[in-house]
């Protein structure tokens, strides 16, 4: 029998809807080559294209062999770390991607079920994120741009190729030099989401159940 994963893959997107950073990417690649709870960290970039996510993280995921896969997106708006409960089986998109593409209502895998739920300790990350001071939440809606695509053929990876990993979706605010032109919009520092980053992470490795917590947000 081969030796369990010593791994963790990390993946954050690329800049878009014209933006100069994506603050997902600036904060997983500072934990590239890490190690956190004796597991090896990983990290990937992916394209904010509905097109060329997946493969790219398939691809990572079947190189580097993790135990744990924890997907970083940007949502511009939010106030606090919000780790995703569902990743739904729509594509519906406000701009269009990198690649030019503007899918609307329309399935992100035809055939395939109308939605997955996480199966990362979410209860519990969140638990530990607010012992630590990080503002942090459930949220139920991955929205339906790349963000909900990439989580949904995550969770549809491990149902039908890796049963045995662990995987979710967690999305971030903004980056402060990103709000300097919109007055009034939260955002939060590289420095604490590598910080949540870490402390997520150590989590979900070392936590099975979940904690039973009542939900915080309800959208």
């Known amino acids: 029998m081969s030796a369990e994963p010593r791994t963790v893959l990390l993946t954050g997107f690329d800049p878009f809807g014209g933006e100069t950073h994506n603050p997902s990417w600036d904060a997983v690649r500072q934990l590239r080559g890490a190690r956190i709870g004796g597991h090896l960290i990983h990290a990937s970039r992916i394209p904010t294209d509905f097109s ?3 493969p790219i993280l398939l ?8 135990r744990l896969v924890l997907c970083v997106g ?4 939010r106030s606090a770390i919000t780790l995703e409960r569902v990743a739904i089986n729509c594509a519906d998109a406000r701009i269009r991607d990198n690649g030019g593409a503007q899918p609307v209502d329309q399935p992100v895998i035809a055939g395939a079920p109308a939605a997955y739920f996480a199966n990362l300790p979410i209860k519990a990350m969140l638990e530990a994120l607010r012992e630590r001071d990080i503002p942090a939440e459930i949220s139920s809606s991955a929205g339906t741009f790349v963000c909900n695509a990439l989580a949904f053929h995550l969770a549809h990876a491990i149902a039908n190729r890796w049963p045995s990993l662990r ?3 967690m999305h971030i605010p903004y980056a402060p030099q990103q709000v300097t032109a919109r007055p009034g919009m939260p955002s939060m520092s590289t420095s604490i989401v590598v910080e949540a980053l870490r402390i997520a ?3 979900a490795l070392s936590t099975a159940p979940d904690r039973q917590l009542p939900a915080v947000r309800a959208d």
Not at 59 to 66: E, K, L
Not at 74 to 77: K, N, T, V
């Open 201 to 203: 992470v150590r989590c």
């Open 59 to 66: 691809r990572a995921i079947a190189r580097h062999r993790p």
């Open 74 to 77: 940007q949502a511009g708006g």
């Open 52 to 54: 060329r996510c997946a």
């Open 167 to 169: 995987g979710g979706f």
